[in-house]
């Protein structure tokens, strides 16, 4: 186990902490409209300034990973239980291809047993459950997605079976144009939290 158990709040001040650095120190990114894997990158890097300490049993911050323990990393997602959840209208403004699939209805029933990469997880390799799962994180540039929305809710989601992941914190993190001011919504034991306050300052300084 990692030598300090975070509480959710604390979790959450540290993902909006990291976010914050890297507007601060990366805003170029945004304006060039980078791709979403170099924006998640580098918010991991600063995570990994935050969780990862010298000496001890220290978390790991990784991207795209799709291990659990030695395993592969997959979903125990039902579209039934979470997509359906969401209006059409969300699907539609996403654009991203699993959206259109899904309005198109040429997805499958069923995601579970698929293989999944989250953004950026905070955790403790070769580990598995809530004393080492951390945060997971979703990352769209500018819309809300979905389906990112529905593996939140998976992951987040606390029972007792072999399927549990049991991440603390979900977050969906987005930067909606034209102002690119980042937006969180959280994720906790399979649901959202909308009323979750937001440590984000309300005037950060933005390359125009």
Not at 21 to 38: R, W
Not at 75 to 98: A, G, M, Q, T, W
Not at 160 to 183: D, T
Request: glycine letters at 4%; proline letters at 7%; charged letters at 30%.
């Amino acid at each position: 186990m990692a030598d300090k158990k975070y509480s959710v709040t604390e979790l959450q001040q540290k993902v909006e902490q990291a976010v914050i650095e890297f507007m601060k120190e990366n805003p170029s990114l945004l304006e060039l409209d980078a791709h979403e894997q170099t924006i998640s990158h580098r918010i991991a890097y600063y995570l990994e300034k935050l969780f990862c300490k010298s000496g001890g049993e220290e978390l790991n911050v990784d991207c795209e990973y799709n291990k659990r323990v030695d395993a592969y990393k997959r979903s125990n997602i039902d579209l039934n239980k979470y997509l359906k959840e969401y209006p059409p209208e969300e699907f539609k403004n996403c654009h991203c291809y699993k959206c259109k699939q899904w309005l198109k209805n040429t997805f499958p029933e069923t995601l579970y047993k698929k293989p999944i990469r989250p953004d950026i997880l905070v955790h403790l390799r070769r580990h598995n459950g809530p004393d080492h799962n951390q945060v997971v994180i979703e990352i769209k540039k500018a819309k809300i997605c979905p389906f990112d929305k529905s593996k939140l809710q998976a992951l987040t989601e606390l029972d007792k079976s072999e399927e549990c992941y049991g991440y603390q914190l979900g977050v969906f993190l987005y930067f909606p144009v034209p102002e690119r001011k980042p937006r969180f919504l959280y994720f906790c034991d399979g649901k959202q939290f909308p009323e979750m306050k937001v440590f984000f300052p309300v005037e950060l300084p933005i390359a125009g």
